[in-house]
């Protein structure tokens, strides 16, 4: 008897010291400024596919472990449209981990990526009343509203989340998906009010934008590009900002 205690206590102590040197090496990936989840991210902001592709391969092959826990790996695997490749990861991590809502919005990031918009609709639903706080289940949730054709029930989810979201970069998404629904529903005036708070209250450059998207739809060229050039100052450097600029002045 007390010999196989004396084997019980080693393999422990022997599994202990195993997983403390796995969490250390993962802590030393992930803290590591040239990590190859960081490479990958700074790759998907570039919109280097190719670079993206690269590093995904290495860390399934180097460190598979962190494929599953490390939460970056979802939006690796949905910039490279790999649906079927991250919903087992999802499901993976589901099952053992079950009150970790980052898998369930995982899964219905990936239906809504499919073109499932239903489907997305339920899971985002199921997450908002299981997970009140959770900021993705308002914002892609009223995107899969939007994209179903529901406008009304996409504006009342906006206005939610603007309440509980009322601050920071949540705040900022929420107002521009607010907009977008105006725009979804063809209320030009109402999205160009909206607009012009994510530009001026929000400082996002996407407001200078659809704002003067907006004016152009009411029939404004003129003040649509006056609106842009204004706002030069703000926005002169953003690459999306100089692509609309030379759109809208071309435009004749």
Known sequence: MLNS???????????????HVNR????????????????????????????VSKCWTSIRERHPRLVMSNHD????ML??????????????????????????????QISQRRGNFAASNRQWTKIRRSYPSRFPAYLFGAQALKELGRLADAERLTSLAISRFPDGQECTACWIEH????????????????WSHVDFECCHVSGAIGAARALKKLG??????????SRTYRYGNEHEFKIALTEMLDDR
């Open 5 to 19: 205690l004396i084997a019980w206590w080693q393999r422990r102590q022997a599994f202990r010291e195993l997983s």
């Open 24 to 51: 250390r090496e993962d802590e030393r990936i992930l803290f590591d400024n040239s990590n190859l989840f960081e490479q990958a991210t700074n790759a998907m902001a570039r919109g280097d596919l190719v670079e």
């Open 73 to 76: 790996s979802l939006s690796i």
């Open 79 to 108: 910039s490279l449209q790999l649906y079927d490749e991250a919903e087992q990861v999802m499901k993976k991590g589901l099952k053992e981990h079950p009150r970790d809502p980052h898998y369930r919005e995982g899964l219905a």
């Open 179 to 194: 907009a977008r629904v105006a725009e979804a529903a063809q209320k030009w005036n109402l999205a160009l009010e909206r």
């Open 220 to 229: 404004q060229p003129t003040e649509a590009k006056e609106r842009l050039l």
